[in-house]
């Protein structure tokens, strides 16, 4: 929530771009979670996979981001609840300030470099966590699994696939985390508020803080689930439109 002096009267209107997301990203979940079958389809289809997978498509980059977790699955209703609220609270704020194709291009883009940050740290990572996942479910030592793999490398090779085809990324978060960083660029004094948080806290020590955990959490492993660096990727590939507009003289309006 923000304060009432930055939510002049056109901000109550829902923008079109803003409201088209909500609707496609909640019809999206819908079918997902009635129609669990068919969801599982659309998921393995429009789902962001590991680029040397075989079920990757370049599409993938731009569609992961419309699917949110289904009902019962992991993150459950509070993925798409998160989501699609962040997106409302500061979608509609950003879109009224900067104009329906500015910030349609900012969402977008700032999914897709979430995506390709996700890929990144697959490619990274994808054999340590590869023998480690390994490890757990035979329950041996990791040092065990990749002696075996190296003594075997065609076992290890077809292993290698299968993995690869299980790794997906689904969400919108990479996009939402652009949005909080330019809402605190663009109103970094604003007084919100967080659930279980009594006091407001200015929008940019927000944005820092969240952050700083995602840094966190993508470092340690924490909530493994979870695609920290991709959030991190989303704030990452808005910087480049701040700055810009900001150089523009564009950042707080006068749109084009």
């Known amino acids: 929530m923000f304060d009432r002096q930055y939510n002049p009267r056109g901000f109550l209107r829902m923008p079109p771009a803003t409201q088209n997301l ?31 997978a075989g079920s990757f498509n370049p599409l993938q980059f731009v569609t992961y981001m419309f699917l949110q977790a ?21 979608g509609r704020i950003l879109e009224a300030t900067w104009g329906t194709r500015r ?66 990324t689904i969400g919108a978060s990479g996009a939402v985390f652009g949005l909080l960083l330019g809402f605190g660029c663009v109103f970094p004094n604003v007084d919100m508020y967080i659930f279980f948080i009594p006091v407001p806290v200015k929008a940019k020590y927000l944005v820092a803080g969240y952050a ?12 493994s689930m979870v695609a920290h660096f991709a959030h991190l990727g989303g704030m990452l590939f808005a910087i480049p439109f701040i700055i810009y507009w900001h150089y523009k003289g564009t950042l707080h309006g006068k749109r084009y």
């Open 103 to 168: 910030f349609l291009c900012f969402y977008l883009v700032c999914g897709v470099g979430a995506a390709f940050i996700q890929e990144a740290v697959w490619s990274l990572t994808f054999h340590d966590s590869m023998v480690a996942s390994l490890a757990e479910f035979n329950n041996l030592p990791e040092a065990v699994i990749s002696s075996q793999l190296a003594q075997d490398p065609a076992a290890a090779l077809s292993l290698s696939g299968r993995y690869a085809d299980s790794l997906l």
């Open 22 to 52: 909500l609707v496609i990203n909640i019809g999206l979940w819908l079918v997902c979670s009635l129609m669990p079958g068919f969801g599982d389809k659309i998921y393995g289809h429009l789902g962001l996979h590991y680029w040397g």
């Open 212 to 223: 700083v955990i995602e840094l966190v959490f993508g470092i340690t492993g924490a909530a």
């Open 70 to 90: 289904p009902l019962g699955g992991a993150g459950g209703i509070g993925h798409i609840f998160f989501n699609m609220f962040a997106l409302y609270m500061f």
